[in-house]
């Protein structure tokens, strides 16, 4: 057992040591380069918005977000109804964003997107998404059919692609 390594072992061993440190750094570098393009085109980095705050998101002022329960003549029954109304204002530039969406924050953790089949008188002044061609000062009212038993507070989430992976998590307590 007191005899020097000697044979394959030691003739390979600069070619083991290579192996050793780059077949895991091969793998690491294929996955960090097919999650990071994947990544980044989700909303994953919250800008957290408190209610009656403002907040400055790709060159548009977001905010403040109010919520309030409502009731439409179509809503189903065992459901509620939330509207969210969102400022936004362009600053004499384009935005364009997703439809907002609805989290909750406690509870079940459950997320809903908008509704529009609730018997809403039609009004043309009303955006129900962000437009692109506007560049004044105009508001986003969304509703969500929620189940009855949500008790909030809840999160708006509002992305935009030239903005992610960062997006606006609104905080509103209906």
């Known amino acids: 057992m007191d005899q020097p390594v000697t044979g394959w072992w030691r003739s390979n061993a600069v070619a083991l040591g290579a192996v050793l440190v780059l077949v895991p750094a091969t793998y690491a570098a294929m996955a960090w380069n097919e999650w990071s393009e994947t990544l980044q085109g989700t909303p994953t980095q919250p800008i957290l918005l408190q209610p009656g705050e403002s907040t400055e998101y790709v060159g548009a002022t977001i905010g403040p977000v109010a919520a309030e329960y ?29 439809t907002p969406e609805l989290h909750e924050t406690g509870g079940l953790e459950r997320q809903w997107s ?55 998590s609104a905080v509103v307590d209906p």
């Open 114 to 168: 908008y509704t529009t089949d609730l018997g809403r008188e039609w009004d043309d002044d009303l955006h129900t998404g962000c437009d692109s061609e506007l560049t004044e000062p105009y508001a986003i009212t969304v509703d969500y059919l929620v189940a009855e038993d949500v008790s909030g507070p809840f999160t708006v989430w509002l992305a935009s692609k030239p903005g992610l992976p960062e997006f606006v």
């Open 70 to 98: 409502g009731e439409f003549p179509d809503a189903p029954q065992g459901g509620k109804v939330i509207t969210v109304e969102i400022q936004i204002d362009p600053a004499g530039a384009e935005f364009a964003c997703s």
